[in-house]
């Protein structure tokens, strides 16, 4: 698979690989990566690479062939497809000369992070998980993504999840507010269809990751919003509890919904800092 892969900056040290969510692309990752630079040179940090590569479809990500996508299941999901993605991110940074990098997924790119982690645990020197989860899908989510898929492939629409850019009870502040409504309609109307229905497929086909979080022995966090409808604390602070085998620092980020990088760069920010300063003690 072809990454289409936006670099912050560069560096010599241990990359920090930003992963983003559905269903938009990199640019999740644009307030959070520019705090990041400006924390990280104010605490005189030896420069390391940040990079965001759009996953496969998003953006202007290439969305694979059947060839790169590999076995469908029954129902139409990709049942290969997030091992395959989760080789090409690890190839990535391979092929630019470095054999670990600090992997940072926030929702559907949680799920890659843990792939990575299963596939490639060498490749592993920190771990963040935010607003995401271990689990697979239950039938009712599996078959409700197929569903979707299938729309955006037949009517070629994104119709069916601009509900993310949508307001819901409980929300955050910032997610209720006029501009975070406005940049996501944006972001994901620039979305392709196919794209998103590849996304979709990847997601339903994916296995459940809940047994690698006591093998990760990387420093790790654990990052997610208070308001989060999917990934709450409740559903969070599990996972950074069931990794037994390191040190996962929790971060609950107050009137925060699921886009926290987004909703609250700063934050998030600071947290990776924490991470990075963790990874680079060790190394």
């Known amino acids: 698979m072809e990454l289409n892969t936006t670099i912050y900056r560069d560096g010599e040290g241990i990359p920090v690989v930003l992963v983003h969510a559905f269903p938009i692309d990199h640019h999740l990752w644009d307030d959070c990566a520019a705090e990041l630079i400006v924390r990280a040179n104010a605490a005189d940090l030896p420069r390391f690479p940040i990079w965001a590569p759009d996953m496969p479809g ?16 029954q129902d139409g999901a990709y049942a290969e497809a997030l091992d395959r993605m ?10 630019a000369g470095f054999t670990k990098a600090i992997w940072v997924g926030l929702s559907m790119g949680g799920y890659l992070v843990l792939d990575i982690q299963r596939l490639h645990p ?13 689990d697979t899908d239950s039938a009712a989510s ?5 569903r ?25 502040t910032i997610k209720r507010a006029p501009r975070f409504i406005r940049q996501f309609t944006d972001w994901i109307q620039a979305q392709r269809p196919e794209g998103v229905a590849w996304r979709e497929r990847m997601a339903a086909g994916r296995p459940d990751l809940n047994d690698q979080l006591p ?24 996972i950074a509890e069931a990794m037994t085998g390191t040190n996962a620092v929790f971060t609950e980020i107050p009137d925060c919904g ?10 998030v920010a600071g947290a990776l800092l924490d991470l990075i300063r963790r990874v680079q003690a060790e190394a």
């Open 215 to 238: 093998l990760i022995t990387a420093p790790a966090a654990v990052i997610c919003g208070e308001n989060d409808p999917s990934s709450a604390p409740s559903v969070m602070r599990p």
């Open 86 to 95: 989760a080789d090409a991110y690890v190839d990535l940074i391979r092929k």
């Open 142 to 146: 599996r078959a409700n993504r197929l």
């Open 258 to 267: 699921h886009f926290s990088a987004y909703e609250h760069p700063d934050q």
């Open 58 to 73: 998003a953006g202007e990500g290439p969305i694979p062939t059947a060839e790169q996508t590999g076995a469908i299941a």
């Open 122 to 134: 060498e490749a592993v020197a920190g771990l963040a998980l935010c607003d995401t989860k271990a």
């Open 148 to 172: 979707i898929a299938d729309i955006c492939e037949t009517e070629h629409t994104v119709d069916p999840v601009m509900h993310f850019a949508e307001p819901q009870p409980g929300d955050s």
